[in-house]
Structure formats: C-alpha cells, structure tokens
C-alpha cells in the first residue's frame, strides 16, 4: 500500500472519529445541559481531531499526485532507456517484463509517450506493435520537463 494510500484513508478515519466525537458533545453541550465547560471542551478537541483527519487527507492527495507523476516520469525514463539499449527499437512484451505492469496497462503507456513525441509507432513484419524511439525525443523531453517545472 503507498503512502499517499495510507495518509488519505487514515485521514478520514481521523476525521470520521473526531467528527462523531464533536457531533456527541455539541448533543451534551446544547441538550443535556450538564456540565457546560467539559461538554465544550469535548467539543473543542472533536473540532480539532476532524480538522487533523481532514489535513491528512489532504496530504494523501497532494502526495498521491507526486507519487503519480513520478510513476510516469520512472515509466518514460525506463522505456527510453530499454529502446536505446535495443537500437531505438522495443516492444510491448519488453516494456511489460521491465516495468511489471500488465499487457495493457503496459500498452496504453507507451501510447501516452507516442501521443506526446517520444517514440514513433511501427508495426515489424509479424504484425506486432513496435515502438521506434522518436529522431525528436530529446526535444520532447524538454519541452516535457519545462512544462513540469512551470
């Protein structure tokens, strides 16, 4: 389980927990009327528990979207590679052994870096989906990069 994973569901539980708690003490404070200054200070630490549950989801969130992006950021870098060591040249098989992602997920990756001009797709004489890495990869890598970090 990532991180990003462990933060969010954590995060709401904590919330959930600090919510119930906070709804059970404004239920003291506003009906039973008894002791005013517990009741609301139970109140007080049930806001404060859920608004920790809350910080924490969203520090799952912020977290699965860098998780994400080095995902694909690893994911290019090491198709690239693996075509540079097979002269440019890699297919699908390939990429799935080296990434362990399923055929299809594998597939739909190396679409992703065609539709953005750092391989070229080709067919070889079986019919099998090739990928060529692109004359202008280098070039789309920076433009890739520069649109990372601005």
């Known amino acids: 389980m990532r991180t990003s994973n462990i933060l969010t569901i954590g995060g709401a539980f904590v919330a959930i927990l600090g919510g119930a708690f906070g709804l059970l003490m404004m239920k003291a404070f506003l009906v039973d009327k008894g002791q005013g200054f517990v009741d609301l200070s139970g109140l007080v630490v049930g806001g404060i528990v859920c608004a920790v549950g809350l910080v924490l989801?969203?520090?799952?969130?912020?977290?699965?979207?860098?998780?994400?992006?080095?995902?694909q950021r690893n994911f290019s870098e090491m198709a690239m590679a693996l075509a540079r060591k097979n002269g440019g040249r890699v297919q699908v098989d390939q990429v799935a052994k080296a990434s362990g992602l399923p055929r299809d997920e594998a597939t739909a990756r190396m679409r992703q870096l065609t539709g953005r001009g750092l391989f070229d797709l080709e067919f070889d004489d079986n019919g099998q989906m090739v990928w060529k890495l692109s004359p202008d990869a280098g070039r789309a890598q920076l433009a890739e990069m520069g649109s990372r970090s601005g």
């Open 57 to 71: 989801v969203a520090a799952g969130r912020k977290r699965a979207r860098i998780e994400t992006e080095n995902d």
